[in-house]
């Protein structure tokens, strides 16, 4: 039986936990219950309950928790469990965060991974959106050449040329991405804060939905979420989730496509308010439902990738004290 993602996203929900489950209580009387052992992450949205015993047992079991907003689906907080042991790590990545050499070199891999993960998501548009052809092909052969860059003057690129680049990129590709979509939806540009079209709303949503697994598997790999070796640390952001998030997103833009493009959402499934575009109920429902096979095969993803990095950080802080050391594996 898979792992579950218990999204609660109703009025006055209450949680509690017994005997190894979370109980799901409703101001009907209704109640549910989710196996604690199958529960990887709970996604809570508005006005909910949640007893100290089943915030104790969700995180210990080693499940986070992503609370959002009743409006605006804003990030407010973040609840994780307990963290790899291995303090090495985190050593290590300080150590990394003053070097020049390792910080470029990290960026330069991710900016490559970001522009070649656009550039996929059009060249697969081709075949369905012929008649955008021109505005495709221009846009595929820009990233072309913006990616060449990262290969060709990669040893002379530094962390501002490769936001540079990244700039670029987005600007590039985003004026492809919208033609994708019709022109009723009004979606012309990226914008948010708050979001201003349907599809802006679901990209943001599921933007704020990857970061939290980011958080997650940083956290899980013994890694601190604050110190970015890209992202320059901000007061309150997880710089090194929004580092490894970054090649990502298209993957995010893809699945928001598809759930336009089957006609999944339709406008009629938002209200534009002085808070910009929100989804109703019932759209968030297919949402969530439909983010459940994505986020799973994002998080082995992230998984695979921190696995690699922590360790090549664990060796680096390794080398930086002579106190006796034994590791408890992953």
């Known amino acids: 039986m898979g792992m579950t993602t218990l999204y609660i996203d109703r009025k006055d929900i209450e949680l509690d936990v017994s005997n190894g489950v979370i109980e799901i209580r409703e101001p009907t009387g209704r109640r549910g219950t989710v196996p604690l052992a199958r529960l990887e992450r709970v996604v809570l949205r508005g006005r909910a309950k949640v007893s100290t015993s089943a915030l104790g047992a969700i995180t210990d079991a080693g499940a986070g928790i992503l609370v959002l907003s009743g409006r605006q689906n804003r990030h407010l907080a973040t609840c994780v469990g307990r963290p790899h042991n291995d303090v090495l790590r985190r050593l290590g990545q300080f150590d990394a965060y003053q070097d020049p050499r390792a910080r470029t070199q990290w960026a330069l891999d991710l900016i490559s991974a970001k522009v070649h993960a656009q550039r996929r998501l059009l060249e697969k548009a081709l075949n369905t959106r012929p008649g955008k052809r021109s505005k495709l092909t221009r846009a595929i ?42 022109p009723s939806l009004g979606f ?58 970054e090649p990502f997103r ?81």
């Open 141 to 182: 052969a820009q990233l072309d050449a913006l990616q060449a860059r990262t290969v060709q003057d990669g040893t002379r690129l530094d962390i501002p040329s490769l936001r540079g680049i990244e700039g670029a990129a987005a600007a590039t590709y985003f004026k492809a991405f919208t033609a994708l979509f019709p």
């Open 188 to 245: 012309d540009r990226r914008n948010r804060r708050p979001p201003r079209d349907p599809v802006n709303a679901c990209l943001s949503l599921g933007y704020t939905l990857l970061h939290f697994e980011a958080t997650l598997a940083c956290h899980a790999a013994g890694l601190d979420p604050l110190l970015g070796l890209y992202h320059e640390p901000a007061y309150g952001r997880e710089s090194l989730a929004a580092d490894i998030v």
């Open 250 to 330: 298209p993957h995010v833009d893809e699945w928001v496509w598809a759930l336009f493009r089957n006609r999944v959402l339709t406008k009629e499934a938002f209200r534009e308010t002085n808070d910009g575009m929100l989804l109703g109920k019932a759209g968030r429902r297919h949402f969530y439902g439909r983010f459940n096979p994505l986020g799973r095969a994002l998080r082995r993803l992230f998984r695979q990738q921190l696995a690699r990095s922590a360790r090549e950080l664990e060796q680096r802080g390794r080398g930086l004290t002579t106190c006796p050391h034994e590791g408890r594996g992953e």
